[in-house]
């Protein structure tokens, strides 16, 4: 599976914005559209922190967009662009949305697991903007970075510690006497 690109917050505002008279549509998977009476709950913005197995530290923002659809299904056609835009707007006036953001869609029913993927393409088809999500693929930034993942040539392992380094262990005691662990009269 290929990785997606992500689709910033303001590209994906953008989009929007370029068409508000259109139906708003999300394809899940190949053929499969997420049904019509959909609604969007929230809007989450969700800055990341993490630290790759090369010991390099990572921030990025994601503003994930949840999807729900109720089981009264009865609603035949996708909200407009135009009222998708109008939730956008109420969550902007509390919450400042970091337009380098990367956009990921939140959405599962009975046939799909929840899950957060990335819209892969805006298509315009007919009366409809097409969001197309993908799911993204597990990746190891060290890789991106021109390093190695897994086994290298020397048998050393991407994330073991540098050569010469010797990795360090505390030792705890956690056999202590309850009389050391509280107050007495505080656990009767």
Known sequence: ?????????????????????????????????????????????????????????NAWTEIIVQLWVPEDRQQLRSMKVKK????????????????????????????????????????VDGENLVIDLRPNTVQCKAISRGGSCGTSDKGEECCAPAAGEKLKVELKNLAVAAEACCEPGCCS
Not at 98 to 109: Q, R
């Open 84 to 123: 998708a835009l109008s939730i956008v707007e109420i969550v902007e006036k509390m919450l400042p949305l970091n337009p380098n953001g990367a956009v990921k869609i939140e959405f599962g029913n009975s046939e799909f697991d929840t899950r957060q993927m990335f819209p892969n393409e805006m298509i």
């Open 1 to 57: 599976m290929n990785k997606v690109e992500t689709i910033t917050w303001e590209k994906f505002k953008d989009t929007l914005l370029q068409h508000p008279e259109l139906d708003l549509q999300f394809q899940y998977a190949d053929g499969k559209f997420v049904h019509a009476a959909y609604h969007i709950t929230e809007i989450k913005q969700a800055p990341i922190t993490s630290v790759d197995c090369g010991g390099v530290m």
